[in-house]
């Protein structure tokens, strides 16, 4: 038990189950321009400005040089190549030599270029971030402060922010953050979907996290949404060490999904390309593959051999296994270049998914054909779906077009409300079902998934979430037809036996969940399932779900 | 003073990963380059923020220009490589 001088402990909702502990530290804000400060020795002056922003340029190799991915190393070499820019460093050393101080002299050099990037528009305006980022971070350095981002103190500390953005995630080091702590965030931001990628414990929308002191010990439940404060560091290594050891225990259950009673419940993973299928070693199979890797960053749509050769390689390495292969998954939302899609007021409500085919059904066919081909030279089970479908038209069109293709298996997402409420009509025409947590959440709640301030909304334990999954789970019992979800709710092993009490017959998540959830499921029996799901249904609100069934 | 003119070939324009693989190439030429589209200023090759700057697309016509000795071979380099769709290039993310 916590001593009495421990105060009281910080709440939020946990994302990322596990248990760790450590020192805080803060990402570093962006440093205020001082008053402009008279300038005695110039020449020394303009020499500590360019050297700020040598460092900056170092600090980006640095960057590049631990991050495995190649898009990612070449945009931070591009921005090194920005920093280090001859005019840039001219400008600054003329700046200074005209009176300016440093941090003054590296604001003046970059606002002429800020000016010429807005004024140009497009891309470049999109750049703008990326000087602003740059500018910050030298006028930083040659304040003497530490960078904005994450910081890299070269021990194990619990890294506390008001929310990541997706560029500190390059940053961050694994070997030295334990645990994450977001003051905003939800369970779908960027924060949640990094920790879960790397196994980290984190916990978000977490009041008072920006408020802790760096260098305060803090003991953090990833699972409960626990933040303890003023630990003990001997109590937190043994937290962690019992942490560390039921793991292990919940790693020792293998096999498929089943409850205690013997129900079985297709546990299975979602993967993007051949790449991930490693950290699916434990799964039945797949039950999302999203295609749309395959079609990013490209200006002409890849060739039927080409997509059937990615595909390929999936199914190959899952003969014998359930593979869920989604169509593209593209739109207003998600642009694809070659799409030359018009930019619409609401991209969320827009011509995205299976709308697609409205305008461009040739995407489709060849993608289909590419899939068959596929599929006709492995031994993987493959089953196709579609996303974003909101009537039993659609889905019958798309039913259609798989099995003129050759495929047996059609099936389609369920991300709208209208498709929740019509499963049963859905099921009449499509061979499966599988629920899009994410989506689901953002349409039922009129928020959007990428709103911080929203994030309560899109709760995965609302109750008017939970009964459109039940309505889905109802029409999947009465068709005997299976019924899932592939969302980031699946992967939550308290709401595991909520959706299979709800009819979900599997649960699709990325590969390090599935320990969890097989152990979850393994301790409840379809009773108690039901009855877990009833009290969740029940509830007020998603705190009062996530309590009752807790 | 030696002159190319030049349509650039990358898919995404003289943006990103083109623009950086230019302008590292134009800095190691042994002479200065400039470069502009149209009858704008001409801007130097090797400073990525103002090739950023001129907004070039696929099939954007830039002049190159550079004096001294390499400049002829320095240019016929630079030409190809913006000639070249640098994007297609790229090895695809299996």
Known sequence: MPDSAEPAPLHGIGVSPGVAGGP????????????????????????????????????????AGRSGEKTLVDVLRAQAMMAEDPLLLEAVREKVLAGSDGPHAIDAAFATHRAAFEAAGGYLAERVADLDDLRDRAVAVCLGRPMPGVPSPGHRYVLTAWDLAPADTVDLDPEQVVALVTESGGPTSHTAILARALGLPAVVACPGARDLADGTTVLVDGATGLVRVDVDPVEVTAAETADREHRTA?????????????????????????????????????GLFRTELLFLDRSREPELAEQAEAYREVFAALAGRRVVIRTLD????????????????NPALGVRGLRLV??????????????ARAAEQTGAEVWVMAPMV??????????????AAGLPKAGVMVEVPAAALRAGQLLEVVDFLSIGTNDLSQYTFAADRQSGLLAELLD????????????????GRAAGKPVGVCGEAAADPLLAPVLVGLGMTSLSMSGRALGPVRAALAARSSADCARLARLALDADDAQRARKAVA | ?????????????????????FVAAAGAAPVPVTIRTGEKRAVPANSM????????????????????????AALDGLAELLARDLDAEEPADA
């Open chain 1, 24 to 63: 805080v530290l803060r990402v570093a804000g962006v440093p205020a321009l001082p008053a402009p400060a008279p300038v005695t020795d110039p020449a020394a002056e303009a020499g500590r400005a360019v050297a700020a922003l040598r460092e900056v340029v170092a600090e980006l190799h640095r960057r």
């Open chain 1, 250 to 286: 919940v790693a020792a259950i293998s096999g498929p999904g089943r409850t205690s009673d013997g129900r079985p419940v297709a546990l299975l993973a979602n993967i993007g390309s051949a790449r991930d299928l490693a950290a699916a070693d434990g799964a039945e199979g797949v």
């Open chain 1, 330 to 345: 593209a739109g207003a939302d998600k642009p694809l270049p070659f799409l030359h899609q018009a930019d619409e007021p």
């Open chain 1, 358 to 371: 409205r305008q461009r059904p040739e995407l489709l066919r060849t993608q289909l054909a590419a899939i």
């Open chain 1, 390 to 403: 909101a009537t039993r038209a659609e889905a019958a069109e798309f039913a259609d077009a798989v099995h």
């Open chain 1, 460 to 475: 995965p334990w609302q109750p008017a979430l939970l009964r459109l999954i039940a309505e889905v789970g109802t029409a």
């Open chain 2, 1 to 21: 003073m030696a002159t190319r003119t030049v349509t650039v070939g990358s898919a995404s324009g003289l943006h990103a990963r083109p623009a950086a693989l």
């Open chain 2, 49 to 72: 923020l103002s090739v950023l700057s001129l907004g070039a697309k696929q099939g954007t016509e830039v002049v190159l220009e550079a004096d001294g000795e390499g400049a002829e």
